[in-house]
Every structure is written in C-alpha cells, then in structure tokens.
C-alpha cells in the first residue's frame, strides 16, 4: 500500500472506531494500514487512545501488542 492512499482516507474514522471490534489478526493488519496514514490531530487522538486500550489487554496476543506500541 502506498504512503497516505487516497482510497483509505476516507475510512479512517471507521477503521479506528471498528478497531476495537475486530480480532487479533485484523486488528494488527488495520494497525499496519493506519501506521502508513497521514493523521490528523483528532485521528491521531483516537488511534493512540484505541492503542492504548489494545496495549492494556495482556491476553491479546504479542503481534497485536507489539504494531499497537
């Protein structure tokens, strides 16, 4: 995936408010994809609130913890 692609700029509120729903292995695939967006304040608030949460769940598995750091 590029850099900012245009395709997912309009999913990003989306993707980080379905974050928390998703299991392990789309949750560390939809940390990859936001990590190469380009945030806005707001956004990046959010994602490191969601980043957050998912850091504090010990029985999540590694990778999980790992992309959320």
């Known amino acids: 995936m590029k850099y ?3 395709r ?3 999913y990003l509120r ?3 408010t379905s974050l ?3 299991s392990d292995g789309y949750q560390r695939d ?3 994809i936001l990590y190469r967006m ?3 304040d707001k956004n990046e608030g959010l994602i490191f609130d969601a ?3 998912l850091w504090e769940q010990i029985g999540k598995a590694p ?3 790992g992309y959320s750091i």
């Open 51 to 53: 980043c957050i949460r």
């Open 4 to 6: 900012n692609y245009i």
């Open 30 to 32: 939809l940390l990859r």
């Open 38 to 40: 380009k945030l806005s």
């Open 8 to 10: 997912v700029k309009k």
């Open 20 to 22: 928390s729903l998703k």
């Open 63 to 65: 990778y999980v913890r």
């Open 14 to 16: 989306s993707i980080i």
